[in-house]
């Protein structure tokens, strides 16, 4: 009731015809609306029409009203009616005088019925919206991104030919079809089928090498050969021309393949052959030499066994640029004999380069006697025109010119972790690591000792007992000086240590059931700065110690592959177990993923044949230490945790591990 007397008070109405005046109420109220009707029909247009203000005309009531005035009113005549429901005032009135609270209900109630209606609206058109806006946030959140064919074939396990009693194959990492993953380079030996007894001359037997896709395990490529291969090893950068790859195009890595009898360089991309060589009776790996011949490519130098009885060992050395030879072989006589060690190449603090060899001896050799003596050139190239006063006082008198660091050696290798691995590559990153290091030296008497390359004597010394492998090396404290992991196996016992590289005492050790296989050890590099130690070994030995059963049991023996952290000296995370024998095994890195693959050959017995399956298996470590067998030690009194870790615990830190190259 009050909006409608509002509305009357505020409109213009008309005046009564006998008391001559202006009556709003009764305007208002009345029934008449034609008046209204006829103001909004015959509304006036560009100041013309009936009654306009702006000429002379007839006298009218509504003449005193502007055309603004009018346009105020229709305003507040549409928004009256909305606001009151679209028919307050012009309805029938129930009591004669105008609208009454029944109609100011109803309009109250569908102007809340309409405002319902528009809030239901928004609501069903925002609640798709946010459950969608929702879905794709959380999509983009809790789904991983897919990283690769790397992240989904973390292993896999490939059949290779046939494998001979526990004679390992030579195998090399290398990414030879530029995926960024590092592929596997493996000799493979096939015995044809139509004749299961071997001839003197071997003439059933195939022989190749063949290039693993390091990510599926699929074959890349295969080279055929006459014989069998001893060494493989890849990193050469040289330009000799071929026809799978365009001149302009930076040239192909190369892989050298040795026999025992020549050297074959061919393309690490397709397989093909760049050149071949005689090399008579090879006896080492190709050691990668500084450029002797100026043509911006280092030479190699391999130790072979000549051809008459007289000298013991001879250095050769071939181009790396076409394999040609360089001069003469360079003989030597050595007063002991044993296992070949080395050669390996020093370069020590003021760059003169001498070369470590050996049969059951440790001896050192300037390169630049060799190439003098190889070549009879007095004029020698800039590489070659240094010489080190502390190395030439350990000279001998006599007319080998070799300086004698050990006797009675087996093992020699450099003190750098994550390279005990790669010490077939030929790349100049791994060279410059292994050439500026000290020395790990294993005797025949199981002593291991550490020599210090700056001036040729042994830091230290341990002895141990029935040491059958080459030590792996890794960091497990954090003095910055690489640790040694030991094995060995006595007695049906095998005792695995860590010697402390800096001090030669021993940091940890634990004693299994020996596995029957002879296996070395190996170390991943974490990206915190410490190594994750791998092994083989049987079952932890009980503390009865009493083994006798287990060895002499004729069932198959379960060989375990541990893998030990220096963050939890008293655990060991079981990363595979199996009854295949194991011959070799190689780490390869993904940098991307911040992972590493154990690659493993082994020996599957086949039913039926006296000769074994060669499989290659790549596992995935950060993939193993997900679903890994937790073996705990007990709690070593060294360790300085207080507290036995937790389940919990341990599964969140090893799955948190991440790796990288040394």
């Known amino acids: ?245 365009p001149q302009r195009e930076a040239p192909p890595p190369v892989c050298l393949l040795i026999t025992p009898s020549h050297l074959t360089a061919i393309n690490a991309s397709s397989g093909k052959t760049l050149w071949k060589v005689p090399a008579g009776k090879v006896e080492s790996q190709a050691l990668a030499v500084p450029d002797l011949q100026g043509d911006g490519v280092p030479d190699l130098l391999i130790a072979t066994l000549p051809a008459d ?138 002593t291991v000792s550490i020599i210090r390359q700056r001036d040729i004597h042994t830091d230290w010394a341990v002895n141990s007992s029935a040491i059958h492998s080459r030590p792996a090396v890794g960091h497990f404290n954090d003095d910055g000086v690489p640790d040694l992991l030991i094995q060995q196996s006595a007695n049906g016992v095998r005792k695995v240590q860590i010697i402390d590289g800096a001090k030669g005492v021993c940091l940890w050790e634990a004693e299994f059931v020996c596995p029957r296989l002879v296996l070395e050890g190996s170390s991943i590099l974490t990206t915190a700065g410490q190594s994750v130690f791998l092994f083989w070994a049987g079952d932890l030995l009980p503390p009865s110690r009493n083994v006798t059963k287990q060895v002499s049991t004729p069932e198959p023996v379960l060989r375990r592959l541990f893998l030990l952290h220096p963050a939890y000296p008293t655990i060991l995370q079981q990363l595979m177990s199996t009854t295949d024998t194991a011959l070799t095994a190689i780490v390869s890195y993904q940098e991307v993923q911040k992972d590493s693959s154990y690659v493993v050959v082994l020996s599957r017995p086949v039913s039926g044949l006296g000769l074994g399956a060669q499989v290659v298996k790549s596992l995935s470590v950060k993939a193993a230490l997900t679903s890994a067998l937790t073996v705990r030690l007990g709690q070593d009194s060294k360790s300085s945790a207080p507290l036995t870790p937790t389940d919990f615990q341990i599964n969140k830190f090893f799955r948190q591990l991440s790796f990288r190259q040394q």
């Open 309 to 446: 009885k007289d000298p013991d060992l001879c250095l050769v050395l071939h181009s790396g640029m076409t394999g040609s030879l360089i001069g003469q072989p360079v003989n030597f006589t050595l007063s002991a004999q044993g296992k070949l060690i080395g050669p390996l190449l020093h370069e020590t603090a003021v760059g003169a380069y001498y070369i470590l060899f050996g049969l059951g001896t440790v001896e050192a050799v300037s390169l630049r006697d060799i190439y003098k003596n190889a070549t009879g050139r007095t004029a020698l190239p800039a590489s070659l025109s240094i010489k080190d006063p502390i190395w030439e006082k350990q000279r001998k008198t006599n007319k080998s010119n070799l300086i004698h660091l050990s006797s009675g050696s087996e093992y020699l290798l450099p003190l750098v972790a994550g390279v005990c691995n790669n010490l077939n590559n030929l790349d100049p990153q791994s060279n410059r690591n292994v050439s500026h290091s000290d020395w790990v030296l294993l005797s025949s008497n199981s």
């Open 1 to 245: 009731m009050a909006a409608a007397l509002s509305r009357a008070l505020k409109l213009p109405g008309k005046k009564g015809s006998q008391l001559g005046e202006y009556d709003p109420l009764t305007q208002a109220d009345s029934d008449d609306d034609s008046e209204e009707d006829d103001l909004v029909l015959n509304y006036p247009r560009n100041g013309l029409g009936r009654g306009s203000c702006l000429g002379s005309g007839a006298t009218d009531t509504r003449c005193g009203r502007t055309r603004l005035q009018e346009e105020d009113y229709l305003e507040e005549e549409e928004e009256d009616e909305r606001r009151d429901g679209q028919g307050m005032g012009k309805g029938p009135r129930l009591d004669g005088t105008g609208g009454g609270a029944g109609s100011e209900q109803v309009g109250d109630e569908e102007g809340k019925k309409a405002k319902a209606r528009g809030a239901i609206r928004t609501t069903a058109f925002l609640l798709p919206l946010a459950c969608a806006t929702l879905t794709v946030l959380l999509c983009s959140f809790l789904v991983p991104c897919k990283q690769g064919e790397t992240q989904n074939l973390p292993q896999w396990e490939v059949q290779l030919g046939d494998t001979g009693g526990v004679t390992s194959p030579p195998l090399t990492l290398w990414d030879v079809d530029g995926d960024g993953m590092e592929d596997l380079l493996i000799a493979v030996i096939k015995i044809s089928n139509s004749s299961q007894q071997i001839s003197s001359q071997g003439n059933n037997k195939e022989y190749s090498v063949v290039a693993l896709r390091g990510v599926s395990g699929e074959t890349i490529w295969s080279h055929s050969l006459k014989e069998t291969a001893t060494s493989l090893q890849c990193g050469l950068q040289i330009a000799v021309p071929d026809d799978s790859t």
